[in-house]
C-alpha cells in the first residue's frame, strides 16, 4: 500500500477519478473519458498508477495537465448559476410544470406537456451531434421571458431552433405564417427570425433561424421562407453535414461566450 485513496466525483458532467494523499489533498486525477492521468508532481508517479490501476481501463496518457485554452478558462470561471450548459432540452418548461403541475383529471392535454416533447425530441437529436464537433444549448433565456428553445453551435454556424409540436397534424407554412391543421394561422415565422435576430445581437455572430416541425403528418410550404429553415424532425442531425463556417477553435470559444447566462441579458 502507498498511502493514496482514489475518490471518484463530477465535474461538467464527467467523472473523474482523484487520488489523494492521506492530508486529502489531491495529486492526480484519471479522465476516463478522455483516456489521460493528470500528474501534479510527477515525484510519485508510480504510486499514482499502481492506485489508479484497477480503475484504468485501456490506454492511457501519463502526464502535466494540459494548458487550458481561453474557451476553458472562461467556462471555469463561469458561476455555476450562470453556466446555462446543465440545462436539459426543455428546461422552463420542465420548472413549470414541476411548480404548477395543473389538475389531475383535464378534458384537454396540456399544452405545455406537448411542448416539452417536441423540444425534447429535437434536443435529443441535438445532443448526438456532440460527436461530430457540435455543442447544444437548451432553453436559452432572453429578456421579456422570452426564450430560444435550442442554441447549436458547430462547424456549420450557429443555429436557433423553434421547436412546434404538430403530431399527425397538416402544416401549412405561408411566411409569415404558420398553421396546424384546421386552426388559425399564426405569424411564428416572425417570432423564429426575432428570436434568431436578437442572439445574433447578443453574441456579435450570425445566427441562423430553424423552425423544426415535431412529428408532422404532412408539411407544404406555399413559397420558400425568407431567412428561415424548415425542418421536420427527423431532418435535424444532417445540420451535422453543413461546415465549413466555424473552425474548432471558433466553435468552443462561442460554445464558452453563449452558456454564459449574462451575455443573454444584452439580447434586445
Same mark, same amino acid.
Given at each position: ?73 472562461? !467556462? ?31 378534458? !384537454?392535454?396540456?399544452?405545455? !406537456? ?25 432553453? *436559452? ?70 423552425? *423544426? ?5 404532412? *408539411? ?30 471558433? *466553435? ?17
Amino acid at each position: 500500500m502507498n498511502g493514496l485513496r482514489v475518490i471518484p466525483a463530477w465535474r461538467h458532467g464527467q467523472e473523474r477519478l482523484y487520488v489523494c494523499r492521506t492530508d486529502g489533498r489531491n495529486i492526480a486525477w484519471y479522465d476516463r473519458e478522455a483516456g489521460r492521468v493528470n500528474l501534479l508532481s510527477d515525484d510519485r508517479r508510480d504510486d499514482v498508477l499502481e492506485a489508479l490501476g484497477p480503475f484504468i481501463t485501456g490506454p492511457v496518457t501519463v502526464g502535466p495537465p494540459p494548458v487550458p485554452t481561453p474557451a476553458e478558462l472562461a !467556462r471555469l470561471s463561469l458561476h455555476p448559476d450562470d453556466d446555462l450548459a446543465p440545462n436539459r432540452p426543455g428546461e422552463a418548461l420542465l420548472i413549470d410544470l414541476d411548480r404548477d403541475p395543473g389538475p389531475a383529471h383535464r378534458l !384537454r392535454p396540456d399544452p405545455r !406537456r406537448r411542448a416539452l416533447t417536441a423540444e425534447q425530441t429535437v434536443g435529443e437529436a441535438l445532443d448526438s451531434l456532440d460527436g461530430a464537433g457540435w455543442h447544444t444549448l437548451h432553453s *436559452v433565456p432572453l429578456p421579456g421571458g422570452d426564450r430560444v428553445h435550442h442554441l447549436a453551435i458547430g462547424p456549420g454556424g450557429l443555429f436557433a431552433l423553434h421547436c412546434l409540436y404538430a403530431r399527425k397534424q397538416k402544416v401549412t407554412v405561408a411566411d409569415p405564417t404558420v398553421s396546424l391543421g384546421r386552426r388559425d394561422s399564426s405569424p411564428l415565422l416572425r417570432r423564429v427570425r426575432a428570436d434568431a435576430d436578437r442572439a445574433s445581437h447578443a453574441l456579435t455572430a450570425e445566427v441562423h433561424p430553424v423552425l *423544426v416541425l415535431v412529428a408532422p403528418a404532412e *408539411v407544404t410550404i406555399t413559397a420558400p421562407p425568407r431567412e428561415v429553415r424548415v425542418l421536420r424532425d427527423t431532418e435535424v442531425e444532417g445540420l451535422a453535414r453543413t461546415g465549413g463556417v466555424l473552425k474548432p477553435a471558433d *466553435v468552443e470559444a462561442l460554445h464558452a461566450m453563449a452558456r454564459d447566462r449574462r451575455v443573454w441579458s444584452t439580447a434586445g
